[in-house]
């Protein structure tokens, strides 16, 4: 596939044949309380971005990036989106190319899912549609459509934002429980997906082939995305993106294809000692055991998973797998020095993770002939095969 020139906050082109469509909706699970909400009586809520293939008007112009109520999403991280347009189409005809589509359910970490547009663009560029749900209270802010705006709670990230400090084992069960929270949250927008699909006023209606269902996520969403399929048989594939495997899934595996896309992890080439005088972990026995989990939790899934896949990419850093690359910091952005240890092109990340995501995909939901996944570094000499 051919990689489009990204350069100066530019995006990338979506490569597929297919124009993209962008929508959202506000969705509440009655029947699962809001553990993050300070009423104790709160419904869950959820607002989920849709990238969908489209068919749009004449003329029809680009969203913006960030819709303007989402805008302290980027200044969280010290971002300039101003004026940054998306290649989506806002409320775009679906196309009508295929009587449906498969669905993928996104899972981002600690913001919200349209700062993995280039991906899910791509992605329903290829004749995907990806629903990206924005977990409440873990975004810098959630916007609703009614105007009421929530702020972050730091629960919802699982202290993942903060200073490491206490018992390793009461940290470690915290992100376990926002894992499994964020995966209850996909179920709950697989409930939704059916009702829309039923719904004769909405352009969806039978265009989602919820038989070929999906999911994928990044950070904590990944583990979410593979939570999900390994507990509900909806889910026929998932991926995860450098996701450490807090939830069970890391102990026990799943039993359907997954992907796994890792960045270089040299934080844990280091020894303990070393790692507690950088300020990379309290004590050793927190090092270890983290250590433990992360790379034990890959293995299992590379090992149990019907099949597995895992690749680790060279040069890349856990915000890899986000736009933030492509995007102009601040003097102040707190993902500065993320960005200065990672040595891999952003237009070429965002093409091998797109390359690798697409191929699993195509095979386990559409049944077709993907070679790339047998022979990665073939076709990309910075990947090495296999969980670290």
């Given at each position: 596939?051919?990689?489009?020139?990204?350069a100066?906050?530019d995006?990338?082109?979506?490569?597929?044949?297919?124009?993209v469509?962008r929508?959202?909706?506000?969705?509440?699970d009655?029947?699962?309380?809001?553990?993050y909400?300070a009423?104790p009586?709160?419904?869950?809520?959820l607002v989920?971005?849709?990238?969908?293939?489209?068919?749009?008007q004449p003329?029809?112009?680009?969203?913006p990036?960030?819709?303007?109520?989402?805008?302290?999403?980027?200044?969280?991280?010290?971002?300039d989106?101003?004026?940054?347009?998306s290649?989506?189409i806002?409320d775009a005809?679906?196309?009508?190319?295929s009587?449906?589509?498969?669905?993928l359910?996104?899972?981002?970490?600690?913001?919200?899912?349209?700062?993995?547009?280039?991906?899910?663009?791509?992605?329903?560029?290829h004749?995907?549609?990806?629903?990206?749900?924005?977990?409440?209270?873990?975004?810098?802010?959630?916007?609703?459509?009614?105007?009421?705006?929530?702020?972050?709670n730091p629960?919802a990230?699982?202290?993942?934002?903060?200073p490491?400090?206490?018992?390793?084992?009461?940290?470690?069960?915290?992100?376990?429980?926002?894992?499994?929270?964020?995966?209850?949250?996909l179920?709950?927008?697989?409930?939704?997906?059916?009702?829309?699909?039923?719904?004769?006023?909405?352009?969806?209606?039978?265009r989602?082939?919820?038989a070929?269902?999906?999911?994928?996520?990044?950070?904590?969403?990944?583990?979410a995305?593979?939570?999900l399929?390994?507990?509900?048989?909806?889910c026929?594939?998932?991926?995860?993106?450098?996701?450490?495997?807090?939830?069970?899934?890391?102990r026990?595996?799943?039993?359907?294809p997954?992907?796994?896309?890792?960045?270089?992890h040299?934080?844990?080439?280091?020894?303990?000692?070393d790692a507690?005088k950088?300020?990379?972990?309290?004590?050793?026995?927190?090092?270890?055991?983290?250590?433990?989990?992360t790379?034990?939790?890959?293995?299992?899934?590379q090992?149990?998973?019907q099949?597995?896949?895992?690749?680790?990419v060279?040069?890349a850093?856990?915000?890899?797998?986000m736009?933030?690359p492509?995007l102009?910091?601040?003097d102040?952005?707190?993902?500065?020095?993320a960005?200065?240890?990672?040595t891999i092109q952003?237009?070429?990340?965002?093409?091998?993770?797109?390359?690798?995501?697409?191929a699993?995909?195509t095979?386990?939901?559409n049944?077709a002939?993907?070679?790339?996944l047998?022979?990665?570094?073939?076709?990309?000499?910075?990947l090495?095969?296999?969980?670290?």
């Open positions: 596939m051919a990689t489009p020139a990204t100066g906050g995006l990338p082109v979506p490569t597929g044949p297919h124009r469509g929508v959202s909706f506000d969705w509440v009655h029947a699962r309380s809001d553990i909400a009423k009586d709160a419904h869950r809520e989920v971005f849709v990238w969908y293939p489209a068919s749009p003329g029809a112009e680009f969203t990036y960030l819709p303007s109520a989402w805008a302290p999403t980027a200044e969280f991280l010290g971002l989106v101003a004026g940054l347009r290649h989506a806002p005809t679906v196309s009508s190319d009587a449906a589509y498969p669905v359910l996104l899972s981002p970490s600690g913001f919200a899912p349209l700062l993995l547009g280039a991906i899910a663009e791509e992605l329903a560029s004749g995907f549609i990806v629903v990206g749900v924005n977990h409440t209270y873990e975004a810098a802010v959630t916007a609703f459509a009614d105007g009421r705006v929530v702020p972050m629960a990230t699982g202290g993942a934002l903060g490491q400090a206490g018992s390793h084992r009461e940290v470690f069960r915290q992100r376990a429980s926002v894992c499994e929270y964020k995966a209850a949250d179920a709950s927008v697989a409930d939704q997906l059916e009702n829309l699909n039923t719904d004769p006023t909405e352009r969806f209606t039978g989602l082939d919820l070929r269902l999906g999911a994928l996520g990044h950070s904590f969403g990944g583990d995305a593979l939570e399929c390994r507990k509900d048989q909806r026929r594939a998932a991926a995860n993106l450098d996701g450490a495997l807090w939830s069970d899934v890391g026990v595996g799943l039993d359907r997954a992907l796994q896309v890792l960045a270089e040299g934080e844990f080439a280091v020894t303990g000692e507690v950088a300020g990379a972990a309290p004590n050793v026995e927190w090092f270890d055991a983290e250590k433990a989990i790379f034990g939790g890959w293995r299992n899934v090992q149990r998973a099949p597995g896949y895992t690749v680790q060279s040069g850093s856990h915000i890899s797998f736009d933030v492509f102009p910091v601040t102040a952005s707190i993902v500065k020095p960005l200065a240890a990672t952003p237009d070429r990340m965002w093409r091998i993770t797109c390359d690798m995501l697409l699993f995909f095979k386990h939901l049944g002939a993907a070679p790339l047998d022979r990665p570094a073939d076709d990309y000499p910075e090495i095969v296999g969980p670290p």
